[in-house]
């Protein structure tokens, strides 16, 4: 039988300065409420040079103060070629059933996370070059 998943996704994009979050939930290994949290980075966003093969799963982890860590870095590409990366974390740790159990973004912190990784994505594109 042919299945599809669900997924809620909620997103905030500044395309003019190349950046992008967004929160998504849906089902995991059995688990109905798997939430994540991601900064999609584009190539003109200051924060992209960090990004190479080597440097993938850890250049992001300074941004911002990720929930557990980083458990996502995938480069996104635009016809073949590489047009920005996508970082970010789960709350589908041990200690997270606050987050397994709720099934509305307003009923969890996780939207200000996402305000403060938004801010600090944005943050970037305003500091003064010396």
């Given at each position: ?23 998504r ?13 991601y ?18 799963d ?16 995938e ?15 789960d ?12 099934t ?27």
């Amino acid at each position: 039988m042919f299945e599809l998943e669900h997924h809620d996704v909620w997103r905030k994009t500044d395309r003019k300065r190349g950046f992008g979050i967004e929160i998504r939930r849906a089902p995991f290994t059995g688990n109905e409420n798997v939430w994540c949290l991601y900064a999609m980075i584009a190539k003109r966003h200051p924060l992209f040079s960090r990004f190479t093969d080597d440097t993938l799963d850890s250049a992001g982890e300074d941004i911002f103060d990720w929930h557990g860590g980083v458990t996502y870095a995938e480069w996104e590409f635009r016809k073949k070629e590489i047009a920005g990366v996508k970082i970010g974390c789960d709350y589908l740790h041990d200690m997270d059933d606050q987050y397994r159990n709720s099934t509305r973004l307003e009923d969890n912190c996780l939207i200000n996370d996402a305000r403060r990784l938004y801010e600090a994505l944005e943050s970037y594109c305003t500091e003064k070059k010396p």
